[in-house]
């Protein structure tokens, strides 16, 4: 995706957990990080319920819902985006400040007392060319991620959108918004041709749209008003039902929008937009395995005779995990059938051994029973040059499909994820239809 290499968790399915620990003591800070569960529930900073936490960027209000729990003495916290569920367990307390890991990626909200049930922090991304920090707050007991002031009816932003994107820079890219609205409460995401903006939710209020999103890795906000502000330029003509938004991505991330409702929107075949170089039939590669000492090459006698998926991917990238939530399980089905998978991690850093312990977190978080090599940085252009019979690389993830004598067959640009619904059921079928051709071959 154009914010984050075509990224965005995923972590569906993720058991995280939370232990959080009010400084009021340095013997009770101490005792709640030793891991006594009823010390970590008496000095808590969240105290159980649903939460509504703010990040500040760019002069707006990225807002998502979380909730807080107690079972068994151990607190947990639940990121909610739309019908997802995230949980989150890696946490440590020193003096009054609490961090809180955020899942596979390398970032954390770090948090600390500010009044009753109210928090404030940072959410610290670490794996960045530059530091990031973007101011996080958060209150108990709200349930709305935005609020509605108009009396009026709600005007409708249900169904299907075509859309195009705009950066700051002039470049535009096309999109597919869908989306579903009860009321004021709207769910609903924007496909690309490089993968989908994953889960969104939030409030209609009079002819305004909002929707957010926040998964660890990605802080969102789609704003949209149906038909154009004061004042209009009269020298252009719009048709009607238009929508004209911005795309707030983190803390510097931005872009304009449009839209029209377009029931058969759809995008260029994501099967379509890359291939091989002229002559070119095979991949030749050998890169390090996430395991020190080993190497990985799809000429290794594992993969012999067999058919391979290749994804490449990024531990960073949320996309990435959603197609990783679908091909863990489905591997573990399926590779008795003689069929391989091998994941080509692409990392923020440049360390292979940094890059393999990200890669082998990943891994054990997501009970990945497939193999995971370092293949390279995360970059686009970094990533074609690793793999130079490909033409481009054009988004994190690709799939690429290898037959049995070890011919690249197929390759497939981005994924659409579980939140885009229907479109990602097509994506596992194709998925299916793909694997199933090449075995009977």
Sequence with gaps: MKHALSVRPLLAGLSLSLAVGACQSDKKAETAATGNPAAAAADMVLTAGP????????????????????????PTVTLRNGEERLKLDEITTAGDSTTIRLGVFDAALVVRADGADKVKGAWVKYDGKEPYRVPFAATRGEQKLFKVTANQKPVSFDGTWKVTFRG???????????????????????????????????????AELKVSTFDGSHGFLFTAHNGPKEPIDITKEYAPNTLFGDFYSGKKGHETWIATPDPNAKLPDANSLTGMKP?????DFKFPSIYEGGSISPTDPKYKGKVVVLQILGSWCPNCMDETNFLAPWYEKNKSRGVEIIGLGYER????????????????????????????IADKDAAAKSLPQLAKVLAFPTTIFLDKKGEVRKIHTGFSGPGTGKYYQEEIADFNKTVDMLLKE
């Design 168 to 206: 700051d820079d002039g470049e535009t890219y096309p999109a597919v918004g869908i989306f579903k609205q009860t009321g004021n409460d709207v769910t609903g995401t924007f496909l690309t041709t490089t993968g989908d903006y994953r889960y969104l939710a939030g409030q209609v209020d009079g």
């Design 279 to 283: 002559g070119q039939k095979r991949l």
């Design 349 to 376: 850093t440049a360390d292979q051994k940094v890059a393999a312990q990200k890669l082998l977190k990943m891994k054990q978080r997501m009970d990945i029973g497939y193999d995971l090599a370092v293949a390279g």
């Design 51 to 74: 939460w509504r936490g703010v990040l500040s960027a760019q002069g707006q209000e990225i807002p998502f819902l979380f909730d807080v729990a107690d079972a068994d003495g151990k």
